[in-house]
């Protein structure tokens, strides 16, 4: 078996197939965003290797598709809790990977990768039956596998979104191939030695590594798969509706957002602006950050004053340390991207007021938070999802104003509000399009609530029963009331 070790921990680098390492005759180079170093020559997939783990997932569907639940929920228990026994080793190795805060790792990302798998185990066991009945007949509606599920992941929380799909897919008997992202393949890797050590039959999680357009294209048009679930760019999921299309695959997607954050003149602006700030978490590499800041026009100026700051309190470097709070991005080419976007913006009128480039003293990845002003409604700045450091603020004067600027690009992922009126709140929730809306809050995530976005930030929604649903075939047994031997109790 091939290994690298990364921070210490020994990583295997080939892929995971019925419950086996299996190596590639090409190799991919896995570099880390800190220090562009070369970390492992992990194994590239293609064609044969999506075919085998998708052929070791069908066969283990046999006998894990008709294990109880109870039996399932006893596995993702002790999934749990082997995640929770190596979190410094998972954070750390997360973080050399793809270049996110350490902290943020220890704290939040990996317990809430165990707590994905507790909760779908709780949820298995309290999980009953709908019944009702029918002019006499007896409706029971109950939950069965669908088979082989392929899961495609992003990279920039990349554990943490793995199992936030393997887990309900497992707690459904479905069995998985994962396919995580190339440039951060790492974590799912030692994912697979947890779920082995924990007792998942060989084959029930397999994990292909690969480029997306080779291992990941191979996997999503296989006709032998029940479900696919996909987190990423709008780009690529077309390219997966296409594949899932021509199989009649269903297919769950959660994509890009260009979040607003509504600042209304009732606001307590200290709020204001720590929630406006937090928007450079992760260096803005998260598909919920509200990045289209909109601020009522009598607190534009206070705000804008505040914001540049606190802004400029952001300690920006190495994510390993506890004083960071801005890392690099996550490759060379997402940085010239990022920067590509900053430069068009400038270039249709808008003006930073902070950053506007890359970080010249720390060079490497680091790209400098950004807050744009001006920028010309319509732009590209103001509609399309740049996945990096840089905001945009906009002034409004009316509720019908803002409303309509926030829904004025293609997505609905989240928004934010920040008010002291509750009602006020509820009404422009209902009226701008987003699948989640917090006020006076951001990112507060509950496994129960449905997860999901609107227009181009995806099809469905996942969290607690919503997952379980997707990931299941639903049956209705309808039993008559006539034709049973006499002592039959059928109620
Ligand atoms: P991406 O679409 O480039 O890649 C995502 C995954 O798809 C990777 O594993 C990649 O290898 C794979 N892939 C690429 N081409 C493929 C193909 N032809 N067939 C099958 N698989 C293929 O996205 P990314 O750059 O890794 O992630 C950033 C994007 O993800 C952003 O748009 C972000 O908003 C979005 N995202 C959304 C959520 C959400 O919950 N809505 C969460 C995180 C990230």
């Given at each position: 078996m091939?290994?690298?070790?990364v ?8 892929h995971?197939?019925?419950?086996r ?8 180079s ?21 075919s085998?783990a ?11 598709g ?5 039996e399932r929920?006893?596995?993702?228990y002790?999934?749990a809790e ?11 190795v ?16 990996m ?13 298995l066991?309290?999980l ?17 596998p669908?088979?082989?599920?392929v ?11 793995a199992?936030?799909?393997?887990a309900p ?16 393949p790492?974590?799912?890797s030692?994912?697979a030695d947890?779920?082995e050590?924990?007792?998942l039959p ?8 690969g480029y997306g ?6 996997l999503?048009?296989?006709?032998r798969?029940?479900?696919i ?10 390219l997966?509706g ?38 450079y ?10 990045t289209?800041l ?5 607190l ?5 004053d ?8 952001l300690?920006q470097?190495?994510?390993?340390s506890?004083d ?18 900053v430069?068009?913006?400038v270039?249709d ?8 480039g ?7 990845l680091?790209y400098?938070?950004?807050?744009f ?5 319509g ?5 399309e999802?740049?996945?990096g ?11 019908t104003e ?6 004025s690009?293609?997505?609905?992922l ?22 989640t809306t917090?006020?006076?809050c951001f990112?507060v ?5 449905p ?10 929604r ?9 990931y299941c075939d ?9 034709g ?7 109620g």
């Amino acid at each position: 078996m091939r290994s690298a070790e990364v921070a210490g921990v020994d990583t295997a680098i080939d892929h995971w197939i019925g419950g086996r390492r299996v190596g590639s005759p090409r190799t991919f180079s896995d570099l880390s965003p800190i220090d562009e170093s070369h970390l492992a020559s992990v194994a590239r997939g293609g064609a044969e290797e999506a075919s085998a783990a998708v052929s070791a997932a069908g066969d283990a569907f046999s006998s894990w598709g008709r294990t109880s639940r109870e039996e399932r929920a006893e596995v993702l228990y002790r999934i749990a809790e082997g995640i929770e026994g190596r979190i410094d080793e998972l954070a750390a190795v997360e973080t050399r990977d793809n270049g996110s805060l350490l902290r943020s790792n220890l704290r939040g990302l990996m317990p809430r990768s165990a707590y994905n798998f507790r909760f779908f185990a709780d949820f298995l066991l309290e999980l009953g039956y709908l019944k009702f009945d029918t002019r006499g007949h007896r409706n029971r509606v109950s939950h069965q596998p669908s088979g082989v599920t392929v899961l495609i992941t992003p990279w920039n929380a990349p554990l943490m979104l793995a199992t936030w799909k393997v887990a309900p897919a497992l707690a459904a008997g479905n069995t998985v191939v994962l396919k995580p992202a190339e440039w951060s393949p790492l974590t799912a890797s030692l994912l697979a030695d947890i779920t082995e050590e924990a007792g998942l039959p060989p084959g029930v999680l397999n994990v292909v590594q690969g480029y997306g357009e080779e291992a990941g294209a191979a996997l999503v048009s296989d006709p032998r798969v029940s479900r696919i679930s996909f987190t990423g760019s709008v780009e690529t999921a077309r390219l997966i509706g296409a594949a899932a299309g021509a199989n009649l695959v269903p297919l769950s997607l959660e994509l890009g957002g260009k979040s607003p954050l509504v600042v209304l003149e009732d606001a307590d602006l200290e709020m204001a602006v720590e929630m406006a700030v937090e928007q450079y978490d992760n260096a803005g590499q998260v598909c919920l950050a509200a990045t289209r800041l909109l601020v009522h026009q009598s607190l534009f100026d206070d705000f804008l004053d505040r914001f540049l700051a606190k802004a400029g309190d952001l300690v920006q470097g190495d994510p390993r340390s506890a004083d960071t709070d801005l890392g690099p991005l996550i490759s060379r080419a997402h940085l010239e991207r990022v920067d590509g976007f900053v430069r068009r913006a400038v270039a249709d009128g808008a003006h930073p007021v902070l950053g506007g480039g890359p970080n010249r003293e720390l060079g490497g990845l680091y790209y400098r938070p950004t807050l744009f002003l001006g920028a010309p409604q319509g732009s590209e700045i103001l509609t399309e999802e740049v996945f990096g450091p840089v905001l945009t603020l906009q002034s409004f004067t009316s509720d019908t104003e803002v409303v309509e600027q926030a829904n004025s690009t293609r997505y609905g992922l989240a928004a934010g509000l920040v008010t002291g009126d509750p009602e006020r709140a509820q009404r422009l929730s209902d009226q701008i399009v987003s699948g989640t809306t917090w006020v006076n809050c951001f990112y507060v995530r509950d496994l129960r609530a449905p997860f999901g976005g609107s227009r181009h930030s995806g099809i469905g929604r996942e969290g607690g029963a919503y997952s379980f649903d997707f990931y299941c075939d639903l049956n209705n047994t309808v039993l008559g009331p006539g034709g049973w031997r006499e002592e039959t109790d059928y109620g």
